[in-house]
């Protein structure tokens, strides 16, 4: 790496306005204004933060936020011990999402009502999915990596991210598009994957699940705010750091580098200093990745809230009589009002 790599390296850490445009364009699968993202990014981080203060007041006047997340955190109602009482509550709120959910707010065929949730072989952390077979013999998954030593587990910022990996996001909207082979090649069905249209459409769910009544609670709420300020401190991050855009005020202005990129992270995130780490260090060197996820969901919510003006001005005599999986999903979707991040 010294002889061969270092000579070649470029003195700054920036991918480089002329070219992010396009490793953007490939993650979010939509050309976006970056200028205009990177400040409605600030935008979201300051809505959130709003947001946040208020549900830490619910779970005790005048807590701030830290003070709420750790209240939060040793609770013994969201605690619990061992990977097998983990998994357990993992099947438990993915199987009540599902019956709460089916014929109700979706059409959801009989095949794709069953996901599995495991604990990963894997001790890297982090929960992910993985979609069924052709045939189904093989579900989708829901799979939580355990980092080694990790015996208690806190579930209060964690029910979001099951709607996230499980229905109604990655599960529901993978699994579906599995079993359209009438319509879809293989290809599309199983391979294709576009990370704004995906990773976008499960935080809609997230969200969908908090219009919905199922993070009412203020635990769960707060855990739902943690993870939205988490990405859409991903949307300043990257963007500015990449593009050379000035930093936040909050920050220092002026140039990006890393001591203030990890401050503007740790002002607006909650994990662990190791999980952040690894975030700052993911959008270092996969310029354009993370900031799909929350630029994903804005371009849902505005096609959630074009669909809904047409239906307000088409007659109902016009309109289908039902909403079938094979159309947008976001037709199917009630509320119609688009939502503001900090709602």
Not at 62 to 89: C, F, M, N
Not at 320 to 332: G, M
Request: a negative charge.
């Amino acid at each position: 790496m010294r002889t061969e790599l270092l000579p070649h390296a470029p003195e700054s850490d920036a991918f480089g306005r002329e070219r992010y445009p396009l490793v953007s364009q490939v993650f979010v699968g939509a050309k976006i204004d970056l200028e205009e993202t990177y400040a409605w990014g600030q935008e979201q981080v300051a809505e959130i933060s709003t947001a946040m203060d208020a549900v830490a007041g619910q779970i005790r006047p005048g807590a701030s936020v830290k003070e709420a997340i750790a209240l939060l955190d040793a609770d013994p109602r969201y605690r619990l011990e061992g990977t097998d009482a983990l998994q357990q509550w993992m099947q438990t709120q993915a199987d009540a999402a599902i019956a709460a959910l089916t014929d109700v707010h979706f059409d959801i065929p009989v095949p794709a009502r069953t996901i599995e949730c495991r604990i990963a072989p894997t001790q890297t952390g982090g929960i992910y999915y993985t979609g069924p077979s052709e045939d189904f013999t093989r579900p989708g998954r829901m799979w939580w990596s355990v980092p080694k030593g990790d015996t208690e587990f806190g579930t209060w910022r964690e029910l979001t991210t099951v709607y996230h990996e499980g229905v109604p996001g990655h599960h529901l909207q993978v699994a579906q598009t599995v079993l359209r082979s009438e319509t879809l090649n293989r290809w599309r069905r199983l391979m294709s994957w576009t990370s704004g249209y995906g990773e976008g459409w499960a935080l809609y769910a997230e969200r969908l699940m908090t219009e919905l009544g199922f993070m009412d609670e203020p635990g769960a709420r707060m855990g739902w705010l943690d993870m939205q300020s988490l990405r859409a401190a991903r949307v300043v991050l990257d963007i500015g750091v990449h593009c050379g855009l000035p930093a936040p005020a909050e920050v220092g202005g002026g140039e990006w580098d890393y001591d203030k990129a990890w401050a503007f992270l740790t002002a607006h995130a909650n994990q662990s200093e190791r999980s952040l780490r690894f975030e700052l260090d993911r959008y270092l060197g996969w310029p354009g990745q993370a900031p799909s996820y929350k630029i994903g969901e804005r371009l849902w919510l505005s096609t959630c809230a074009s669909r809904c003006a047409l239906a307000r001005a088409t007659p109902l005599t016009s309109r289908p009589s039902t909403a079938t999986p094979s159309t947008s999903a976001a037709s199917a979707l009630t509320p119609c009002e688009p939502q503001s991040s900090a709602n």
